[in-house]
């Protein structure tokens, strides 16, 4: 099977260093991942092998997240693997989707344009199962609705730095 890879694409109307600090200080973070629920960073250090750890709280139950961030290039380009975890942030097969990939490789790029930034965010499984593969490869149509409403919020805190 070919790796599937989920590709989305956003204009913003602001410079590249400012749409950056949306995505590296964890104040910023906490008001837009996760549109919906409530987001909780325990941890969070935008540098090569620096962690950002998430938990999304969804009434009783929550969900958590390690991000392992492999390359950081200020207000251009930003990689980690993202997994989800248990209580004590190991590894663990998704909660809600027991077939989704263990890790995934997710990567931002900010490039400048006329009228201000592009972010494009590509997400693609790393050492993922046939299974595994096939349910990301299905979820791709749907994946722009949560990174898509995050992004909204993005727009509207970058219009408020502005």
């Known amino acids: 099977m070919t790796l599937p890879k989920f590709v989305m694409t956003r204009e913003f109307d602001a410079p ?14 906490q008001r837009w991942y996760g549109p919906g629920v409530e987001t909780v960073i325990h941890d969070f250090d935008a540098k090569p ?12 139950n929550s969900m958590r997240q390690r991000m392992e961030f492999t390359e950081v290039t200020p207000s251009s380009k930003l990689v980690m693997l993202m ?10 097969p998704s909660p809600m989707m027991p077939d989704w990939p263990r890790v995934l ?16 965010l590509t997400w693609e ?13 299905k979820a791709i149509p ?21």
Do not use: C, H, Y
């Open 16 to 29: 590249p260093a400012l749409v950056w600090r949306t995505l590296t200080e964890a104040d910023l973070v």
């Open 49 to 60: 092998g620096g962690l950002w750890l998430n938990e999304m709280v969804m009434g009783e």
């Open 83 to 92: 997994s989800n975890t248990d209580a004590n942030w190991n590894t663990i």
């Open 105 to 120: 490789l997710t990567t931002i790029a900010l490039e400048a344009v006329a009228d201000g930034t592009q972010l494009t």
């Open 125 to 137: 499984p790393r050492e993922a199962t046939e299974v595994e593969l096939a349910t990301f490869a």
């Open 142 to 162: 749907d994946l722009d609705k949560g990174w898509g409403a995050g992004m909204d919020v993005v727009a509207e805190i970058v219009a408020e730095l502005s």
